[in-house]
């Protein structure tokens, strides 16, 4: 639908919605302060992705192992707690404040990183969309060659069955849960960057006799596509992780055991463990609970599979370590995660730089060069926010909030727009004479009565789930009771409030629009009756 329009219209997503009716201007104004808003702190995961791939040339890997105190005598006790992996990500990378109302000082080296990604996406637009259309070339085909040699390797791995079984089994307990579902849609509308005005502003300088709605087969079909083949040498890592994690939870319990029976060498294995473990619970059961044996659970370890950015972060770099020629998986990782957010940052800063155009607010004598290295200089500025030491807990609140229902709310009035206000007839003609056919029952019932209608489903349950709870985020506290487990706490009354409205405003825009013309227009009839000729009815 957003091909197809912004096509046909030749227009940004400010231009679109107002030809089609001044009462849905706010849609492009929504649009485009969601992608402004998501820049801000996509630009900072590929500055956490570039300081990593630049650690990623040493040798050895600087999240192997942990650093020694300054007395030289051991171990820093925060890295000994949890794990070297996490402490390289949370103290040496983020240098994270135990709770979101103690901010911490700016981190230099996130400064410094983040002014380089902010360089490398300006460099990429200061010769318009030809210059990102080459780019493109090389940031999305260069993915699927990393891709293809970590399904090789991650196929070989031990235990990446396990992960592949984890991947294709449904948890259908899981699937009940609203805010999976609003999950689930946020990532179908970040992978085709849906609702953001970037796919419109991209369509307009389509030639308008393309095929759009072949377009949009093949787009949505490489999508689901790559997610798959993506999904598989990913869970693939992940089962292998769980697997060493499982055998190293299983080994320190047979020292354990081999120390407190006097048991030989060697005779308890991996292989006869439970056995041995069944055994002695049986001949001794007080002697064995006394020595706290950890609870060594495969399908526990799968579980605690991180998502987000601890997949990349900490999952990922710790499986990495346990592979041979470690720096070598470990700088192809890093180089294609910035290839996919360097490609999805052209998207959100073209849905921001084009409505800005159309609204006319670039005076005629500012080169674009100029005016959109400012609009790179005032992101950079504001996601200063997220270099702090509370940083990662601000752009988990951005991410939660804006990059969420926002999206949910501007796709649904896009449809209502374009198939109850503009059309759908108009609408379906439209497309026929761009391609040469109409649109077929699938797109008919589709923009007509189920995308509408599942959109509408997710908003209000996740509406109901959310005001049931006060939301919380976990907290990196090396002081707390049971670090290294994550400190739940609940965001502070004021952290709530603008959590609400970053929600509320990228969104509000569409009221306030729809009510500002409806007042002028008020005024306008008012005007007209108050002015009418009282003779023009004699004649």
């Avoid at 970040?190 to 005005?197: D, K, N, Y």
Wanted: aromatic share 16%.
């Amino acid at each position: 639908m957003e091909l197809a329009i912004g096509q046909r219209l030749r227009m940004g997503s400010i231009g679109v919605w107002n030809s089609i009716t001044p009462y849905m201007g706010g849609l492009g104004v929504a649009s485009l302060l969601v992608s402004f808003l998501i820049a801000l702190f996509y630009n900072m995961i590929l500055a956490w992705i570039l300081w990593y791939f630049f650690h990623s040339f040493q040798n050895p890997l600087p999240w192997r192992d942990c650093p020694v105190n300054l007395n030289h005598t051991g171990y820093v006790s925060e890295c000994e707690k949890s794990t070297s992996v996490n402490y390289f990500w949370y103290r040496e990378t983020l240098n994270i404040t135990p709770n979101i109302e103690t901010s911490g000082s700016l981190q230099w080296w996130l400064v410094l990183c983040l002014a380089s990604a902010w360089c490398l996406v300006y460099i990429c637009f200061i010769r318009g969309i030809e210059t990102i259309g080459k780019a493109i070339y090389v940031t999305a085909t260069f993915p699927y060659l990393v891709l293809t040699i970590f399904l090789i390797r991650a196929l070989t791995l031990s235990g990446a069955s396990d992960g592949l079984i984890y991947l294709f089994t449904p948890n259908w307990e899981t699937l009940k849960n609203p805010k999976v579902w609003l999950d689930a849609a946020t990532q179908i509308f970040f992978s085709l960057s849906l609702a953001f005005g970037g796919l419109i502003a991209f369509s307009s300088y389509n030639p308008q006799k393309n095929n759009c709605e072949r377009d949009a087969i093949i787009v949505g079909c490489v999508n689901s596509f790559t997610s798959i083949y993506a999904s598989i040498p990913i869970f693939s890592i992940l089962g292998f992780k769980a697997n060493e994690n499982y055998n190293d939870c299983r080994n320190w319990n047979i020292l354990q055991l081999t120390n407190a029976f006097s048991i030989g060498d060697e005779n308890i294995t991996l292989e006869n463990y439970n056995d041995w473990l069944n055994y002695l619970n049986t001949t001794d059961p007080m002697e064995v609970e006394s020595l706290n044996l950890k609870t060594c659970n495969l399908q526990t370890f799968l579980d605690q599979s991180a998502s987000g950015t601890g997949l990349a972060f900490i999952v990922f770099t710790e499986a990495v370590i346990k592979m041979p020629a470690s720096q070598v998986w470990a700088v192809l990782f890093f180089l294609m995660l910035f290839s996919l957010g360097l490609s999805s940052m052209f998207g959100n800063l073209e849905g921001v730089l084009t409505p800005l155009l159309d609204l006319h607010v670039v005076p005629p004598w500012m080169p674009k060069e100029i005016f959109t290295g400012l609009i790179c200089l005032t992101s950079f500025t504001v996601a200063l926010i997220f270099t702090l030491g509370s940083g990662n807990y601000w752009l988990e609140i951005f991410n939660s909030y804006v990059g969420s229902m926002p999206l949910l709310i501007i796709a649904f009035f896009e449809i209502i727009t374009v198939v109850y206000i503009y059309g759908i007839n108009r609408f379906n003609d439209d497309i026929e004479w761009m391609t040469g056919r109409r649109p077929n029952m699938y797109w008919q019932a589709t923009w007509r009565f189920i995308s509408p209608f599942m959109l509408l489903v997710v908003f209000v349950a996740y509406i109901v789930t959310e005001s049931e709870n006060r939301p919380t985020y976990n907290a990196w506290n090396p002081d707390y009771v049971h670090f290294p487990l994550a400190d739940v706490q609940h965001y502070p009354e004021w952290v709530y409030v603008i959590c609400v409205l970053l929600s509320l405003i990228p969104v509000v825009s569409i009221p306030l629009v729809a009510l500002y013309k409806f007042v002028g227009f008020l005024k306008r009839y008012i005007m007209n009756r108050h002015n009418q000729n009282p003779y023009a009815n004699e004649f």
